[in-house]
């Protein structure tokens, strides 16, 4: 199983950025699936994971300014994120649960200016 994730970028504090992650091979079924980011010097943090069912789970530091949704037929899930501060600048890493392994994907930048 691949993980292709896209859609970071640069964008000025306030401003608003649409992560994507679609996963792709043999697929059996994917269980969790959720997004960590990992600033410089920092370890990787939870940002936000949703099960196959739609129940969420936010770190603190975004609830209320982040959204993640998926489609399961699809094997996609994203990360809306709003009201996006200079804090929030990190590498931004999409995972996946299998049924034997867990998945992560590349890893897209996200920088957000002050």
């Known amino acids: 199983v691949q993980l292709q994730a896209s859609g970071g970028g640069l964008v000025q504090a306030g401003g608003s950025l649409r992560l994507s992650c679609a996963a792709s091979g043999t697929i059996v079924r994917l269980n969790a699936m959720g997004w960590y980011r990992q600033a410089p010097g920092k370890q990787r943090e939870l940002v936000a994971t949703i099960t196959s069912g739609g129940l969420t789970n936010y770190a603190d530091s975004v609830k209320n300014r982040f959204t993640i949704s998926r489609d399961n037929a699809k094997n996609t899930v994203w990360l809306q994120m709003n009201s996006l501060k200079p804090e929030d600048t990190a590498v931004y890493y999409c995972?996946?649960?299998?049924?034997?392994?867990?998945?992560w994907g590349q890893g897209t930048q996200v920088t957000v200016s002050s």
């Open positions: 995972n996946a649960d299998g049924q034997t392994f867990t998945y």
